[in-house]
């Protein structure tokens, strides 16, 4: 019985595999959505018991994979605090979106017993559920007009190993507070992380 | 030989060739020394070797001397060249010096040139400066003069006014003098037709005194005359004075005039003021009038007022006298009403009395009903007690009876049991009695109780009232901490408002700074914002930033390009502009390339941009050159492959094929060059899915009478190329083999 137990628990390292997967199919249907590439790129997968679309770009494939790799040593190190994917609009530099993926660590209180081990269905249904609540983001999301491009980037604490060279600091590509507006999204959790989205927009009137 | 031959080869190839030169002119001597060598030929021998060599010596001093002769001729010409040379060489640092000095005389004066030059350009400059600053005076002063003369225009206007007044007033002046002159003119004429009458009086006066003179008898006449005369000349002196007096009077009168126009002017202007004091007047005369109403106002109300004071006085006595029987009245019906409130107080403590008797007759009324049911229930409980006797009565009776009946045993435990019965029964009856007097006792004391209410009815209500004053207290206390309660429950519901509306607003902030966070305009403390250098942005803007360092590069060149080209038409003047810009100078062959062979000018295109576009066209030449040579290798491959198909095609199915681009199939047999059929895709479309419905078209050199079996069964009856084929393929393979199996196998 123990052993089953300990087979269905999930650990770090398989959970920090499941929220990189999921920060995968996560930008590929905002790039989608949000037509940051164009839509002939994309092809679609079944993923989540759902077809999800995934970029067919190489070099986007390329620079998705980098990015995500390191993503996920960070979440195995636990340095890694948020994840954002920044849409800037060409012309101006300016950014227009922020897809901001909040992770946090799950960790029982003091004394409390530790919660019942979560089925993989159910967070799968959750992480369903956010990809079905970005596709709808769109209805009322500001429609953007002009080119765009766009930047993830990791919010990391100071002890952080970071691969010299590859990654460096940058501006938190921050929209003004005046002409900021922002949504909550939905969240999803493992044992171990839980994952709040979060998205906030430029709106001007 | 070896022995005597000269030291030098050189001397000695000389002096051959001198010796030979000089055969021809020593033949003579040559003679005698032939005879000498005859004669003694060995010591002619010896001789003619020292003679030869002297000979040789002497000719090769000779050659020497001539060739030094020679050389020294060479040397003389060259120095006489040297000293021309020298000559040549002097003249020219002559004329070097010359020309330097020249140059340095030119560069002096040119320097100097320069310099008064500058020195003018800056007079020039100063002049221009002295000429601009005069200008601004210049301007400054047209500006005040202009100024000027705009306020001597208005004053020139104003004088022209003040002139043409002034003429008007002169007209009129003249006017006034010409019709005096006319008057004087007229006194004047009418004076001297005066003098002329005179005269003629004199005249005749003369004539008639000529006359009288002649006739001078008459002395009383001459008297007459004399007289008449005397008064004539008195006359006219008269008229003179007169004349001159009405002349000096016309004069005065002018002068008058004149004093007269001032003084209408005077009376004008003390007629404007006149105009102005009636005005006034009016003013005054209104003012006055206001006054006098305002007079006769204050009359009419101090007049009113006198006539109204006696009634006031009147009215205000009656009103006092109304007020004290009204302040009369007003005591009266207070002390009416004092005797009215304490009548209805007593009346009030008279019901109060009359109520409480009632509730204490009420009180006896229930007490009296208590006690009538009390009786009643006494009553009926004797009645029962009665009856319960009456029965118990029977029953001993029937007992008596029956004991007395039955004569039996059982009579001896009767009587033997009699005793205890009967002490039972008295037990009994002691008790009844004991319960009957107790009942009495208790019941005389409620008729006691009944018959003094009032002690009961006090003390009880004593009791009573302690018990609700007590209650009272209690209730007053559980009021109270009811009250507590009520607002400890009242401070904890607005706690309760308080921190929900604390919770809401914290939301409320909660979710705003998840929002600043969201929107990047927060970094939590020791967090690092990182992104991977390489990302789609930057390569955006790495790839804007090259092109438009690359346009910048081709614009500076064309700007470059442009000052040149404006600079040297500017310098060429435009006798030369037109030809300008063409020119290939050396700059221009640096700066720019040629490109095609058209007009100059149009065709020249920056450095920058011509290898700009040619680095583009570079790029591009090895994008096609990539292309074309993948579009091969996968021809090659579809080349080879399709043979690869075509060979299995044949060694499974025994038949070659050939497409053909307009989507024809040859179909020929392997074991039958001549059994050849050619397929035609149906309909217009060639594509892959309608190669399933081929249709023959044509066939080759066959025996008609095989292949018409075959069609008619295959194509006609059953429908199936697959199968005329096999069969066509059999047939082929046995005719092929009834051949001896040679030929046409590929």
Known sequence: MSKQAAKQAITLKGSSALVTEFFKYGINTILFQREVYPSDDFHMVKKYGQTVLVTQDLALENYLERVLSQVQKWLLERSVTQLVLAIISKETRTPLERWVFDIKLVEPAEGEAPAAQKPDTEIQSEIRAILKQIVSMVTYLPVIHEPTAFNILAYTSDSADIPAGEWVDTDPLAIEASKSQQVKMRSFSTDVHRIEAMVAYRYEE | MPANAPPSSSRLTTSTLTGTRMKAGSSLKRDSLAAELERDPQLSTAKRLARKTTLNTHLSQSALDRELAALRSSHAALEAKLKDRDVQITRLE????????????????????????????????????????????????????????????????????????????????????????????????????????????????????????????????????????????????????????????????????????????????????????????????????????????????????????????????????QHATLLEEHGVVSAQLNQRTIALQAAEQREFESKDSVADLKNQINALKQSVDRRNRAKAMDEREIGFLKALVASYKAEEFVSTSATSPIGASEHQSDPKDASRIEDLEATLAEYKAANKTLLAQLDTMEQNPIHTASSSRAAKDEELAKERAKKEKLQAELEAALADSSSLTTTVVTHTATIDSLEQQLFELSGEIAGGRHVPPNTRVLCFKDNPMQQYVDLRQEAMDKLKGENEALMQRLFEVEARLGARGPAAGGSGVGDGDGMDVEETMLVGSGSAGAELVPRKSWETEKEMRQKLEEELKQREKRILRLKEIFQSKSTEFRACVTSIFGVKLAFYPNGNVRVTSMYDLNATFVFQPLGSSKTSSDTANLQLVAQGELNPEDVTDLMGYWLGSEQCMPGFMAAMTLQCYETWKKGGGQGEVA
């Open chain 2, 94 to 321: 002559k004329d070097n010096e010359y020309l330097t000095s020249r140059e340095a005389e030119e560069q002096e004066e040119r320097e100097r040139e320069v310099g008064e030059m500058q020195g003018r350009l800056e007079n020039v400059e100063e002049e221009l400066r002295n000429v601009r600053r005069l200008v601004a005076e210049v301007e400054g002063e047209r500006d005040d003069a202009l100024d000027e003369r705009d306020a001597l225009e208005r004053a020139k206007e104003g004088t022209v006014a003040d002139l043409q007044a002034q003429v008007d007033t002169m007209t009129g002046q003249v006017e006034h003098y010409q019709s005096e002159l006319s008057e004087c003119h007229a006194q004047a004429e009418a004076n001297g037709r005066l003098v002329q009458s005179l005269r003629e009086q004199v005249d005749t006066l003369t004539e008639e005194r000529g006359r009288l003179v002649g006739s001078r008898n008459d002395d009383a006449g001459a008297r007459v005359v004399r007289e008449e005369l005397a008064r004539q000349t008195k006359y006219i002196r008269n008229l003179e004075s007169k004349n001159l007096k009405l002349t000096s009077e016309v004069t005065s009168l002018r002068e008058r005039m004149m004093s007269v126009e001032v003084l209408r002017e005077e009376k004008r202007a003390m007629e404007k003021k006149l105009g102005q004091l009636d005005a006034m007047r009016a003013r005054t005369v209104e003012l006055e009038a206001q006054l006098e109403a305002a007079e006769k106002e204050r009359k009419n109300w101090a007049s009113k007022a006198a006539m109204d004071f006696v009634p006031a006085h009147d009215v205000l006595a009656d009103l006092r006298l």
